[in-house]
């Protein structure tokens, strides 16, 4: 008798003819996928039947199969579930992983669609109920799980690998197995979970790929295709053995069972059997076609408890993960509730993800774009921020997910959680055409280029401390990225066709070497995997790269006519916007140089910037701004070193050269406020520098004015609902008063002769006064017939108020500082938007600016000679001031301060033009300020004393307190006296006349200045002011939805939608395509 291991069979399989006689039935099986080498025909599962070690001994095989049903498909990796009866395979042409119960049905199960073409390695965990896969063109392993009616899904690892391709799995011990036979070939294994990663083996392979445990041996096997080579290993990585060389092979799959290996072979397609001791050949089988995965379906290779996960009922995957036991996850998209067992659907956009610009809209694809579905895609259910401010650039950082992008329409930088029903928030205002914009997610900062302004700047993320560091030599600076580990940033300038770089501060700066040239750069991005830079060229209709280890340029992809725009690289593809026939979001293959998909919307929008949302791209660099001690900005100007700047206003101590400090001006100076820039400026009136007041904790003021008497600022925050003050030397700050959550402030006035300041309440339509000598005590003056009280002005000496209302009526207000003697100056048409408002006392007149209509007006203060003083079209007035013969204004369209003469003019710029959202504004000179004595000079109230016109004043009570005699007392306090009217008007002969001259501090004319209180409020008046405070709350909520609101101060958008297309999509499968070939049979007992 001739010895099976002295010879080599050659059994030559006749498909077509032996195939399709049996089919593939439930019980011990060899099974692989294999295909025609020449691509001509179908895709076949084959199986030989029975236990092998019967058959590999007699050769006398049983042979059934699975067939496609037509040549559009491709089987390539298997696994299979015994318990459940079903194999499972992924199909190339078709990008999905599907499953089949062998019970002679042809009905397939699709678990997961939208994978690469390249996934060949998949393997079931039988305990938890789970199927893995390796992505090779998107780098990752995913898990699915197996008895979910909807496939939920989790990506387990997808940073560090290159081209995962076998998978193994031993449940009962908690590994997972995979290879990697990228730029760095490996052996990889972790938890169940993706954790506790470690390598076995690197050094001394080449194209590791098929898997397979040894579980009694505690044991891995692989193959080698480019070293020819059958290997193992144990668990530790140690004991290293070669079993197989067979030069000019090329092993691709692997499966153990007993003494067995059987290994696929492709370049002559051969099922190939060893001994997985000695590596002894035992037979060859020759396929005709080319095989690729292979499995050992048999139940003794299955075993182990299941009963942990069914008890746990999770709700979406269970990973029954030794030696913690089973836990229940959630798949991507998802998060686990309370109960640690349910999920519930996550606001989060999925990473990582595509999203791009259009102008109109910011949109949004999966990052698996070029193989994804594209059933009931469309522009509305991917598109998001559907606000069309103009979206041009825009940038991430990935781990706060967040996202930043230009709106040009608005010439700002906003940012927007990347979550559902997330609100917009602008944090950078006064741009001209900005194009581009880079995150140091290092540092938390934002880099931009300006085409209007020519220059790049640099800010903290939420748009403090601006400073340019590039503004020569630049004609269209569009695109940027930045390297914070060497400290480097790059930039193009299709004006100049260059492609520039220079350290982060600006330092050093070089034209890029391109021997290819360049003629039209617009977008660069950074692949961080490989540190090479991109490029987009539209005239020269390609995408270049850098190599920044080595300088080494090369042209990535080309197209004919494409107007390559944006750009973004993600694994092995690159990703790119087109702005002119193919408007749209396209995508190539890196490797292959083949266009994989295009998505064209030639009459939405126009593409623009585009990023890939995704944290692997920020990784954990350590660069020289590390832990860096800076006060505001740290700027590299090298790989390993850096240095502090400051933002406008500030200089670098010249001590502590880490520390920002700003000298401040005593005299002839404006104080303004920038929301966006979140500080408030000195300007000076002489030489027209600009100093900042450095406060801690200023989230976004907006009203101020200046208590030229005890040096103090005092301002309004609605984002910390506060108004607040600080001494302008000591820079000691204080709140003055906490508000509602309704309440918005707008404008404030201090009257720092009566130790007074009123405010505008536009969330509460109220004006109110609060005593700056007591501050605890405050009033509200006028709470009736207020729509939107906008700004306020106060006449100290006249004791009268003025104020904006840019409400249905909008209109000019006037009463005296107690509210009483109201009355309308003007009423303005009925789209006017009347903002900041300021008193003239030397002329005795009221200015206020209109930012509808464009002007400053002005009238007498006895409502007279209303005339316009200036009409600057495209404008946006918001505060206004007087001082001497010129008046001051901020304007929303302008990143400076504005004066013109009081008599008309032209207006001329004060200061740089380095603001973002210039708001509230006030002046002070030494000699302009207003002296002289009112009816309160000389008189004491318990609470406060309120100036009236004609001589009088008012003792009142603040809110909450009655009049009981002469004192003011709690309203809850209960009383069996009856109490008297909260107001006591008195009047008051003899008040001197005012005067303007010189103070400087508190000269001796200030002497005695005080506030008295001697007032009370009736009950009734209590009730009545309580009653119209619900009423005009009431009634501004109605209408607040279709009242036309001018953009003021809060301009964020809901995000109202976005949509994620989840990667298993059933609906991905035409229905001619549904089944399988599988010859039927009976079921029997085996």
């Not at 965990?125 to 939920?152: C, P, Q, R």
């Not at 000019?248 to 001994?275: M, P, S, W």
């Not at 700002?412 to 900005?434: F, N």
């Not at 607040?724 to 000691?732: M, R, V, W, Y």
């Amino acid at each position: 008798m001739i010895m099976w291991r002295d010879f080599i069979l050659i059994f030559v399989f006749l498909l077509g003819i032996t195939l399709t006689s049996r089919a593939v039935r439930h019980g011990p099986n060899l099974i692989w996928a294999m295909h025609p080498a020449s691509g001509n025909g179908v895709s076949r599962i084959m199986a030989i039947e029975g236990d092998p070690e019967e058959w590999v001994l007699t050769t006398n095989v049983t042979v059934r199969h699975i067939s496609a049903p037509h040549s559009g498909w491709q089987f390539r990796g298997i696994a299979f579930h015994y318990d459940m009866g079903i194999l499972f395979w992924t199909e190339s042409s078709n990008k999905r992983v599907q499953g089949l119960t062998l019970n002679g049905s042809v009905s397939t199960t699709t678990l997961f669609t939208s994978t690469s073409s390249e996934v060949d390695g998949v393997v079931v965990d039988w305990i938890s109920n789970n199927l893995y896969f390796a992505d090779a063109k998107y780098n990752w392993i995913t898990l699915v799980a197996i008895n979910s009616t909807e496939n939920f899904y989790k990506k387990i690892v997808n940073t560090g690998l290159d081209k995962p391709h076998g998978i193994a799995i031993y449940p009962q011990k908690g590994y997972l197995f995979w290879s990697d036979w990228g730029y760095q070939p490996k052996i990889e294994t972790s938890d169940l979970i993706g954790n506790n990663r470690r390598t076995l083996v690197s050094n001394d392979l080449v194209h590791p790929r098929g898997l397979a445990v040894d579980q009694s041996m505690n044991k891995l096997y692989w193959v080698d295709s480019g070293k020819d080579t059958i290997e193992r290993v144990d668990f530790n990585g140690n004991n290293r053995k070669t079993l197989v060389q067979l030069q000019g092979t090329n092993f691709f799959g692997i499966a153990l069972y007993k003494k067995y290996i059987f290994v696929t072979e492709q370049v002559e397609g051969h099922l190939r059997i060893y001994d997985k001791n000695t590596g002894i050949k035992y037979i060859d089988y020759q396929l005709g076609h080319r095989p690729y995965g292979i499995v050992m379906y048999h139940e003794d290779l299955q075993q182990g408890n299941r009963d942990e996960c069914k008890l746990l009922g999770c709700e979406q995957i269970c990973i029954n993960n030794p030696p913690f036991g089973a836990s229940c996850y959630c798949g991507d998209g998802y998060t686990l509730k309370d109960d640690q067992k349910t999920c519930v659907e996550s606001d989060y956009f999925i990473q990582p993800a595509h999203i791009y610009a259009i102008g109109d809209a910011i949109c949004q694809y999966p990052v698996n774009l070029a193989d994804m579905s594209l059933v009931d895609v469309t522009m509305d259910k991917q598109c998001f921020m559907k606000s069309g401010k103009g979206f041009t650039a825009l940038t991430y950082d990935a781990n706060a997910k967040v996202l930043y992008y230009t709106a040009n329409i608005t010439n700002s930088i906003g940012t927007v959680q990347l979550k559902k029903g997330a609100y917009t928030d602008t944090v950078i205002r006064g741009l001209g055409d900005v194009r581009g914009m880079a995150l140091d997610w290092t540092t938390s900062t934002l880099y931009w280029t300006d085409r209007q302004f020519k220059h790049i700047m640099v800010a903290k993320t939420d748009g403090r401390y601006q400073k340019t560091i590039i503004d020569t030599d630049l004609e269209e600076p569009l695109g940027i990225a930045v390297h914070p580990e060497r400290g480097t940033m790059y930039w193009t300038d299709p004006g100049r066709q260059v492609i520039e770089m220079s350290y982060m501060n600006g330092d050093s700066r070089a034209e890029l070497e391109i021997f290819s040239g360049v003629r039209h750069p617009n977008h660069l991005c950074i692949d961080f995997h490989t540190d090479k830079l991109y490029w987009s060229d539209s005239e020269l209709f390609q995408i270049g790269s850098y190599d920044l280890k080595d300088g080494i340029v090369a042209i990535a992809y080309s197209q004919q006519s494409a107007k390559f725009f944006g750009i973004s690289v993600y694994q092995d593809y690159i990703i790119w916007t087109d702005t002119d026939k193919m408007n749209g979001i396209h995508v190539a293959d890196l490797n292959t140089g083949t266009k994989k998909r295009g998505i064209l919307h030639p009459q939405v929008g126009v593409s623009a910037d585009l990023i890939t949302y995704d944290l692997s791209n920020q990784p954990n660099l350590t660069g020289s701004c590390a832990n860096s001690p800076c006060d505001q900005l740290c700027l590299p100007n090298s790989p390993t070193t850096s240095f502090c700047a400051c933002g406008i206003g500030f200089e670098l101590d010249d001590v502590d050269m880490n520390r920002c400090t700003s000298s401040l001006l005593s005299d002839n100076f404006l104080i303004v406020s920038d929301s966006h820039q979140r500080h408030m400026y000195q300007i000076g009136l002489e030489d027209q520098s600009v100093h900042a007041i450095p406060l801690p904790n200023l989230y976004r003021p907006i009203a101020l004015d200046y208590d030229s008497l005890f040096e103090k600022l005092y301002w309004t925050d609605n984002m910390a609902k506060l108004i607040k003050g600080a001494h302008i030397n000591s820079q000691t700050e204080f709140t003055l008063q906490i508000l509602t959550n309704v309440s918005v402030i707008d404008g404030i006035a201090v009257d720092y002769i009566n130790r007074l300041l009123f405010y505008t309440n536009t969330g509460l339509n109220t004006i109110t006064v609060i005593s700056l000598a007591r501050t605890r005590l405050s009033r509200t003056v006028v709470y009736e017939d207020l729509d939107q009280p906008r700004d306020i002005a106060v006449h100290p000496l006249d004791g009268r108020i003025f104020w904006t209302d840019w409400g249905r009526q909008p209109k000019i207000e006037t009463a005296n500082m107690d509210g009483s003697e109201r009355a309308v100056l003007v009423n303005l048409t009925e789209k006017s938007w009347p903002n900041g408002i300021a008193v003239d006392y030397t002329e005795r007149k009221i200015y206020w600016v209109d930012a509808k209509y464009d002007k400053i007006e002005v009238i007498d203060i006895n409502g007279q000679n209303r005339k316009t003083v200036i009409e600057e079209p495209n404008s946006h007035y918001f505060g206004i001031t007087v001082l001497g013969n010129f008046l001051y204004v901020t304007d929303w369209k302008r990143n400076a301060v504005s004066r013109l003469l009081k008599t008309g003019g032209n207006m001329e710029q004060i200061g740089p033009s380095s603001f973002s959202r210039l708001n509230g504004i006030a002046a002070y000179s030494s000699d302009s300020v207003l002296k002289g004595r009112n009816a309160c000079f000389d008189h004491t109230c318990d609470h406060l004393c309120l100036p009236k016109q004609n001589l009088k004043y008012t003792c009142a009570c603040a809110d909450d307190y009655v009049l009981l005699g002469d004192r003011c007392i709690s309203s809850e306090i209960p009383s069996n006296k009856t109490t008297e009217p909260a107001t006591v008007t008195v009047s008051v002969p003899d008040v001197s006349k005012p005067s303007v001259g010189t103070v400087k501090g508190r000269s001796d004319s200030a002497k005695g200045l005080h506030v008295g209180a001697i007032a009370a409020i009736a009950s009734v008046g209590v009730l009545v002011a309580i009653v119209a405070t619900i009423a005009s709350i009431f009634l501004y909520r109605k209408y607040k939805d279709q009242f036309i609101h001018h953009n003021r101060l809060v301009e964020d958008n809901q995000v109202d939608s976005f949509y994620r297309i989840t990667f298993p999509d059933n609906k991905d499968e035409p229905m001619v395509d549904s089944g399988i070939v599988n010859p039927g049979y009976k079921q029997t007992d085996r």
